[in-house]
Structures are given as structure tokens and as C-alpha cells.
């Protein structure tokens, strides 16, 4: 939870009540009675393929009742996570895969030229989502 303190920080000072629990938390219940415990998710499993007490089609209905749903994931997501997904209507790109740009790359840290470390002129400063590319100048 460390790296994403700052985060979850700012979800509190904005009146969230946050509650952490694992994947495998038998805790982990989304209902209770018809009635749902949350009113926003954020899903950090991405390598997930299955819960302790919910499904996806639980997931499912919470965000078809309007619940909000933040999913992460990575070049390892699942299946049953990819699956969840493309049923909201998000496709993942293949496992293993990443974004390549041959034209704004940077050379300083892709030495193996597979252009992968893509360079942008508007991106957002954080470690958490950019990694150490975030702060690198354009090759020209």
C-alpha cells in the first residue's frame, strides 16, 4: 500500500471511508443482503484469476447497479481479469505486450531499440503510473 499512499491519501481527505482487503480475504464480500457495502472499488489484482467469496459476474452486476469500479493491470493481468474487462467493454492489449513508438522514443533507456520507452510531451508526474520514464527528455 506504500507506493500508492498518496493516492489513497487523497480518496480519504475527500471523505472516503477505504477499506483494504485481498484478493484471497474470505472479508471480501461486495453485498450483504441485496445491498452493497461500497459505492467505489478500486481493483489492484491484475494477476488475479480468482476471489475468496465473489466473482466477476458479482463485479459485474455492481458496476451494471452503478457501483464504480477502478481496475489496474499490468503485461501479466489474467485471464479471468481480461475477461471481466472486454465484458465492460475494455480490451487489453495481448500478455507480454507493449506500446512501441518508433518516432518519440527514448534512446537513453531503450537500448535494446525496441522503442518501448515512449516519450510524451503532456503525461502525469507519478512513479506509480509512469515509472522512472516519466521524467525523461524527447530524443530527437
Given at each position: ?29 461486495i ?7 461500497y ?8 494477476e488475479?484469476e ?44 495481448p ?12 534512446a537513453?533507456h ?19 503510473m ?11
Amino acid at each position: 500500500m506504500q507506493t500508492h499512499s498518496i493516492f489513497f491519501s487523497d480518496l480519504a481527505s475527500q471523505g472516503h471511508t477505504l477499506t483494504y482487503l485481498q484478493a484471497a480475504d474470505s472479508k471480501l464480500v461486495i453485498s450483504k443482503f441485496g445491498v452493497y457495502n461500497y459505492d467505489n472499488i478500486v481493483l489492484l489484482a491484475p494477476e488475479a484469476e480468482e476471489f475468496a467469496k465473489i466473482t466477476y459476474d458479482d463485479l459485474f452486476s455492481f458496476v451494471e447497479q452503478g457501483g464504480n469500479l477502478l481496475l489496474a493491470a499490468n503485461e501479466n493481468t489474467s485471464d479471468g481479469m481480461r475477461s471481466f474487462a472486454e465484458r465492460c467493454g475494455v480490451e487489453f492489449d495481448p500478455e507480454e505486450t507493449a506500446a512501441i513508438d518508433h518516432f518519440s522514443y527514448s534512446a537513453d533507456h531503450d537500448s535494446t531499440l525496441q522503442h518501448t520507452a515512449v516519450v510524451v510531451n503532456q503525461a502525469l508526474s507519478s512513479q506509480v503510473m509512469t515509472s522512472e520514464y516519466s521524467l525523461l527528455p524527447a530524443s530527437k
